[in-house]
């Protein structure tokens, strides 16, 4: 943790000791949501990058195609 988080937890857990027993469970249970939802949403997001190139034609034809539509040029380099 580094020092300025651990200062906004400070900061934050001066304002908690003021509430009650009922809005500390509350907030508690909102945090786990989060903790929960910043996980899933990260692999959500990993496992949705595979299969993003979506083609019906198979790989080999789409790399001759690359391949095929390559122009290299001649050109003399003067020394």
């Keep these: 943790m580094t020092h300025a ?3 906004i937890v400070e900061t ?3 304002l908690f000791e ?3 027993a009922v809005s ?3 907030l508690l249970e909102r945090l ?3 903790i929960k939802k910043g996980k899933k949403s990260k692999e ?3 496992f949705s990058s595979f ?3 979506a083609s019906e034609r198979p790989a ?3 790399a001759k195609e690359i391949r095929e539509s390559r122009k290299f040029r001649k050109r003399d380099l003067k020394l």
């Design 5 to 7: 988080e651990r200062h």
């Design 12 to 14: 934050y857990s001066g």
């Design 18 to 20: 003021g509430l009650s």
């Design 24 to 26: 500390k469970l509350e």
């Design 32 to 34: 786990v949501k989060s």
């Design 44 to 46: 959500k997001e990993f």
């Design 51 to 53: 299969g993003a190139f």
């Design 60 to 62: 080999e034809e789409i």
